[in-house]
């Protein structure tokens, strides 16, 4: 199996450390040409010549999907694609894996997918496979859709977090979904939040990574990461102390290695990705379907989310833009290229068609002031 990888790093600290060595390493013994893109600055990029073939580095725009978009584009790769039977799209977000990647693309041989990946989640209403580490097929490479979407839809300069969410992992997915081509994951369909819930992740979902970000200020809980790292010690031959290390020297976590296994807690949870009392992912595809423009009602995390999941890149058609209430502030007049506006902006609400992209709660305290509203969805189960 002939394999060109690229593998995007982002180190602030500009170090390249060991457990991004560690896993280029392993991912040597099954790609055949490694090129690795650096986003943004680097102080010994040297080290890496030992392990792959090339070396980019490049300004830090586009997240990861900027910098393969870079090199899949650039005239030297783009004529070679097709003389490769699989392209691997990699980021050192995660440690790992704990296995090898040999074990991992054994068994990922026997599937006739044509894109696959590490984990994927199907349980709500997002649907994907997760970009930290994705494997595109001999069918994709040899069709037009890929590149035709880098080229139409991935604006490196414009991307920000959410763009990378929803054009890469979300975007991209559904576009060969739709096109035809097969998905699978190492993992399908995992129940835990790799970063919320480490510790379901690794010995629940038994994902062969732990993602970095986990030490991180948002998502840090010493409970949980010294639970998943008990699990992996006990479990796997995997050195502890490289994921020690870099949790001091990027985060400024110090955990006590002698801890690590003595902590390990029998209890265990999974995580309810999708509420039960949530419609279902078709019936809102259902209802975008049916007309000809949808807005998005909301403009906090929830309405993000589902522009995330259903509408994906900027000029979609199909998204006339958000509403929010005439009370509520907002930070901008508009998100992602569309426009915000207050609902008493918009004429001819009964012609509208609303998609409620907020919690519960607050769907019910909205509703008796959208009478005027032709089509309402909402998220939730009547």
Not at 166 to 179: C, D, P, Q, R
Not at 287 to 310: E, R, T
Request: hydrophobic share 40%.
């Amino acid at each position: 199996m002939k394999r060109l990888g690229i593998y995007c790093i982002y180190e602030p600290s500009g170090e390249i450390g060991e457990s991004i060595i560690k896993t280029l390493i392993d991912l040597k013994n099954v790609v055949e040409y490694i090129v690795v893109v650096i986003n943004g600055i680097i102080h010994n990029k040297n080290i890496l010549y030992k392990y792959v073939n090339e070396v980019v580095v490049r300004e830090n725009l586009g997240f990861d999907i900027g910098a393969y978009k870079r090199v899949i584009l650039d005239i030297k790769y783009k004529n070679r694609l097709k003389n490769f039977d699989e392209l691997v799209l990699c980021n050192n977000s995660f440690y790992g894996p704990f296995i090898s990647f040999k074990s991992i693309f054994d068994k990922m041989e026997k599937s006739k997918a044509d894109f696959w990946g590490i984990s994927s989640s199907e349980r709500n209403l997002v649907q994907h496979i997760q970009s930290y580490f994705l494997v595109l097929r001999y069918n994709i490479l040899n069709g037009d859709e890929f590149i035709r979407y880098l080229e139409e839809w991935i604006d490196e300069k414009k991307i920000d977090y959410y763009g990378a969410c929803s054009v890469f992992e979300n975007g991209l997915f559904w576009m060969l979904k739709k096109a035809g081509y097969c998905f699978d994951a190492y993992k399908r369909n995992i129940e835990c939040d790799n970063y919320l819930n480490p510790y379901g992740s690794v010995k629940i979902d038994k994902l062969p990574i732990l993602k970095r970000k986990v030490f991180s200020k948002r998502f840090y809980d010493e409970e949980k990461v010294v639970n998943a790292l008990s699990y992996v010690k006990e479990t796997y031959k995997y050195d502890i102390n490289v994921i020690l290390n870099d949790a001091y020297f990027n985060y400024g976590i110090k955990l006590n290695i002698q801890e690590i296994g003595k902590k390990q807690s029998s209890s265990v949870y999974k995580d309810f990705l999708q509420k039960i009392d949530m419609v279902s992912r078709e019936e809102i595809e259902e209802f975008i379907d049916l007309h000809n423009q949808v807005y998005i009602f909301g403009n906090g995390k929830m309405a993000k989310h589902i522009f995330s999941c259903f509408f994906f890149y900027e000029n979609n058609p199909k998204l006339g833009g958000f509403i929010v209430s005439d009370d509520q502030c907002i930070a901008g007049n508009c998100f992602r290229g569309y426009p915000v506006y207050k609902i008493s902006e918009i004429k001819d609400l009964s012609e509208k068609a609303l998609l409620l992209a907020l919690n519960k709660a607050n769907t019910r305290s909205v509703m008796p002031y959208l009478n005027e509203v032709g089509k309402i969805k909402i998220l939730w189960k009547e």
